[in-house]
């Protein structure tokens, strides 16, 4: 069975562009979840899906981050436009219930010069 | 809302010892803490669990131990090897959101 995949691992923008991340979770996981991990700081929540719908918004930083998850399937997290403070590792995790273990993907790292 | 906090940021020991990883939490009513293990450049992995149903819970070298009066859970690592270095996050949540720690970085030195 594939894990979560992440599109890309590396993204490298400058400040003011636009970066759009993709989620790819579990096939059959209905809750899907956004996470940041910023310079060597805990990694935070950002956002919860549950199917297409957002549960949970409340760790969005701001109005610059705009998450989808069109159909259910894969999420995209797209950050417009871009500011230093957004460098970091953005993680998508997946579960198939609530209280499960969630399944991280490995990753994108966003460098935002 | 929830508060993890996570001591200490980093821990060397040698080969063969034992590690003791400590969290504590804010908000009574998490009742699932799960730790993840990074190692460098690859995803959080789950490596024990532990539900507030219970006191502790044992896999092998690793087991999870749980106060909920004090609001504290510790992960203990025995007869530490190597591959076992890594980052160690714990978490704690009560409604799905995960709400981590700082994270500590163990080093096994050979």
């Known amino acids: 069975e594939a894990g979560v995949t992440q599109f890309p691992s590396h993204s490298v923008i400058e400040k003011g562009q636009t970066v759009t991340l993709r989620c790819d979770p579990i096939?059959?996981?209905?809750?899907l979840y956004w996470y940041r991990r910023v310079m060597g700081k805990e990694i935070k929540f950002l956002l919860h899906?549950?199917?297409?719908?957002?549960?949970?918004e409340s760790g969005m930083p701001n109005n610059r981050f705009l998450a989808e998850r069109t159909g259910g399937t894969y999420s995209t997290l797209k950050v417009q436009p871009a500011e230093l403070e957004d460098s970091g590792v953005y993680f998508c995790?997946?579960?198939?219930?609530?209280?499960?273990?969630?399944?991280f993907g490995p990753g994108t790292r966003l460098t935002v010069l | 809302g929830e508060n993890v906090e996570q001591h200490p940021s980093t821990l060397s020991v040698q080969e063969g010892d034992s590690a003791v990883i400590k969290c504590t939490y804010s908000?009574?009513?998490?009742?699932?803490f799960p730790w993840y293990k990074q190692e460098l450049g690859k995803r959080p992995q789950l490596i024990i669990d532990?539900?507030?149903?219970?006191g502790e819970k044992k896999d092998q070298r690793i087991a999870v131990t749980l106060n909920k009066t004090a609001k504290h859970f510790s992960l203990h690592i025995t007869e530490t090897q190597p591959e076992d270095s890594a980052v160690y996050f714990c978490?704690?949540?009560?409604?799905?959101?995960?709400?981590f720690g700082t994270g500590t970085r163990l080093l096994v030195s050979p």
């Open positions: 908000d009574s009513a998490s009742n699932y």
């Open positions: 978490a704690a949540t009560g409604f799905q959101k995960l709400v």
């Open positions: 532990i539900r507030s149903n219970v």
């Open positions: 995790a997946s579960s198939q219930g609530g209280g499960n273990e969630q399944f």
């Open positions: 096939s059959g996981h209905d809750n």
């Open positions: 899906f549950v199917k297409e719908s957002k549960q949970d």
